[in-house]
């Protein structure tokens, strides 16, 4: 399995920016996509984005579109997610993950198999 460590997690003001880093160790981070999901206060955990390990491919939730970016720096085993036009709506605890089979792109959760311990991202009105 991969070892996951999610930083870069704040509060910011609404319209501000935050940038998540996952930090990846174990086995061969290259060979697996990664994703990007969050959870909020007496929600299901939801799809953010997600980036393949073949050609660097990106898929985002209609949400999130055209405000973060996902990416990945493999020799350097960490991937991030840039968030820019922070919402109060955003507000969550935010997770990266790692998809070793199966179809890309998957929004669905069950379909990742390692996790990170998760950070906060609370955007104030």
């Known amino acids: 399995q991969v070892q996951l460590v999610e930083s870069g997690g704040g509060l910011v003001q609404t319209g501000g920016s935050l940038r998540l880093s996952c930090a990846a160790s174990g086995r061969t981070f290259s060979r697996y996509a990664m994703g990007w999901f969050r959870q909020a206060p007496g929600k299901q955990r939801e799809f953010v984005a997600t980036?393949?390990?073949?050609?660097?491919?990106?898929y985002y939730a209609d949400s999130v579109k055209g405000r973060f970016t996902i990416s990945r720096d493999v020799a350097e085993n960490t991937g991030s997610l840039q968030m820019n036009s922070l919402k109060p709506e955003d507000t969550a605890v935010y997770y990266c993950?790692?998809?070793?089979?199966?179809?890309?792109?998957?929004?669905?959760?069950?379909?990742?198999?390692?996790w990170g311990q998760g950070t906060q991202v609370t955007v104030s009105s």
């Open positions: 980036i393949s390990w073949i050609g660097g491919r990106t």
């Open positions: 993950a790692t998809q070793k089979d199966g179809i890309w792109p998957t929004t669905r959760y069950t379909n990742f198999d390692s």
